[in-house]
């Protein structure tokens, strides 16, 4: 079956370090990749995704790189800010007559001051 | 901001009772799916519904059941509810079934068992 295993938090950063969270899956078939975040009290919102091998998704300075070769899609930001403090969700999407969203537990993400 | 809110945001129940959770989908998207997410886990996939049929479900039990309506609003039914129900959950709405739609999803229920 298909599964998204994403790094334990939580992830304590101060503001403007660099930022790395893992994200591995396992998928039959070419899945499209997700980072959601979900900030407290609130849904999750689509932070990027990508749909191919070698795609790169990016918004608000967060990135991350679909790798077929080594199944992973990492979320990057080069310089973290307070307002950034949430949970982190990468998730896979597969097509089976219908859409579906397969997502990790999450990680915490607290940027102090 | 996105458009999808559900009702209520809050609820108790005791186990065995019957629980009904609302959604309304942003305004011309005709495709919801329904989550639950448990404490510390991400989102689980219950079911999508698109134009009122349900076409996809996940690894749950038949006392989860659903309606989409002619506006595209749509409901959760639990039936038989269990302590392991306890959890958040979310209806996220998009403008159709492919898997790089975009969802927007509304900010939960939380549902409590006792």
């Known amino acids: 079956g298909n599964s998204v295993t994403q790094m334990e938090g939580p992830v304590t950063l101060s503001e403007e370090a660099f930022l790395t969270i893992n994200c591995t899956y396992t998928?039959?078939?070419?899945?499209?990749l997700f980072w959601y975040v979900q900030y407290p009290g609130e849904g999750l919102q689509l932070l990027l995704k990508a749909t191919k091998a070698d795609d790169k998704g990016s918004n608000k300075g967060f990135e991350a790189t679909y790798r077929k070769e080594t199944t992973s899609f990492h979320l990057e930001k080069g310089s973290v800010q307070v307002s950034d403090s949430a949970v982190y969700f990468c998730?896979?999407?597969?097509?089976?007559?219908?859409?579906?969203?397969?997502f990790g537990k999450g990680t915490m993400l607290l940027v102090s001051p | 901001e996105t458009g999808v809110t559900q009702s209520p945001t809050h609820l108790i129940k005791t186990r065995g009772q019957q629980v009904t959770l609302r959604c309304s989908s942003q305004s011309g998207h005709n495709t919801v799916s329904w989550y639950q997410q448990a404490l510390g886990q991400g989102p689980q996939f219950i079911f999508q519904?698109?134009?009122?049929?349900?076409?996809g479900r996940g690894n749950f039990p038949p006392r989860f059941s659903g309606l989409q309506f002619p506006n595209y609003s749509s409901e959760l039914n639990v039936n038989a509810l269990e302590l392991d129900d306890s959890a958040l959950y979310l209806c996220?709405?998009?403008?159709?079934?492919?898997?790089?739609?975009?969802?927007?999803f509304g900010s939960g229920t939380q549902l409590s068992v006792l």
């Open positions: 998730a896979l999407g597969m097509n089976s007559g219908y859409s579906t969203l397969t």
């Open positions: 996220a709405s998009s403008l159709g079934r492919d898997r790089n739609e975009k969802l927007f």
């Open positions: 519904y698109y134009r009122e049929e349900e076409n």
């Open positions: 998928a039959t078939g070419y899945p499209s």
